[in-house]
């Protein structure tokens, strides 16, 4: 769930600098472009507490569903939408690199096993949240998450390696990681990132990483994934599939423009301000319009799964529900 570490560093401005310009949206053309294919736009659902969540799965037939925990309701959604892509996710308490990572890796999958064989309909499993292991521990973490791979493989699961928050990790980072994605190839794996961006999503697409060259078509936080997979993974031969498995607005993010908030809930208003809608919610559809129609260019992603359905009051204004019949008709829109 939303927890950035470019929140701590990035530090505030200090007060005595001038007030920054202020925040202009850069609003691209978000057409919805069936001829694209089917929609990549899907859910993240925290508690399966409301009927909405099957009400979209069931109107909608999207690409990816996660749960985390709570999971019995993915033997709904494949029932009633046999397609949709399911990851699931334990908690793991707590998430530490200590001693040997294999051994870890092992235990983990041993410790976890009797919950994950309850839940058959669930397609790939996710193990750490949100890691963030930087250079000196990216190797350790590597081999920790390709030896998962291999434990759950011998009891006919498939795993999700990487589980990255958003903005990390560097490229460099991400190099070392191929161990894992060679165990994900070989064993049916997949990978999951997690982007969010604030105050809309389109925030700092076009901008490079440190050190590295501006593109067009990828940026720090959303489409940083294009990242890894051109420059790392396709000269590599070690395309694997790809769940951005959390999703959405976070305001969290530090050192960004816009106004205070969290969730999406908390800058519809701005949002019309900028342009992107008459309205908040249509306002947030135009956002994801335009994510799909960039995602669905690139094969190899299954989908986005956005945060967060059933949420509850932790996450009140992350709250999808009351938005999820308008999702539902945007992505039946787009069924050839």
Do not use: C
């Amino acid at each position: 769930m939303p927890h950035h570490p470019l929140a701590s560093r990035h530090p505030p401005l200090a007060t005595r600098h001038p007030p920054p310009t202020p925040y202009v949206s850069h609003i691209p053309d978000y057409t919805p472009r069936p001829e694209l294919g089917p929609s990549k736009l899907g859910i993240h659902v925290a508690r399966p507490n409301s009927p909405a969540i099957m009400a979209f799965v069931r109107a909608a037939r999207p690409a990816v569903v996660k749960g985390v925990d709570d999971l019995g309701f993915l033997a709904e959604v494949k029932a009633d939408s046999p397609q949709t892509v399911t990851v699931g996710r334990l908690s793991v308490e707590p998430q530490d690199y200590g001693g040997e990572p294999e051994a870890a890796a092992a235990a983990l999958v041993a410790r976890q096993l009797p919950q994950l064989l309850q839940h058959p309909y669930v397609d790939y499993w996710e193990g750490w949240n949100e890691p963030d292991p930087n250079l000196d521990r990216m190797e350790w973490y590597a081999r920790f998450e390709a030896e998962r791979v291999r434990q759950l493989a011998a009891h006919g699961l498939r795993a999700a390696v990487g589980g990255f928050s958003t903005g990390v990790p560097e490229l460099d980072e991400f190099a070392l990681f191929v161990p894992a994605i060679e165990a994900a190839k070989a064993h049916g794996g997949i990978l999951t990132l997690h982007e969010y961006a604030a105050p809309d999503l389109t925030f700092l697409y076009g901008d490079p990483l440190p050190g590295l060259p501006a593109y067009p078509d990828r940026g720090p936080l959303l489409f940083r994934y294009r990242w890894f997979y051109r420059d790392v993974l396709e000269p590599r031969g070690l395309v694997v599939p790809l769940v951005i498995s959390e999703a959405g607005i976070d305001g969290i993010l530090g050192n960004r423009p816009g106004p205070q908030g969290l969730g999406w809930q908390d800058f519809q208003a701005f949002w019309v301000e900028q342009g992107w809608g008459p309205d908040g919610q249509t306002a947030f559809l135009n956002q994801l319009q335009w994510l799909d129609n960039e995602a669905r260019q690139d094969e190899y992603v299954i989908g986005y799964a956005l945060f967060t359905a059933g949420g509850g009051r932790a996450w009140d204004t992350y709250e999808l529900d009351p938005f999820l019949p308008r999702l539902a008709e945007y992505v039946v829109s787009q069924w050839e």
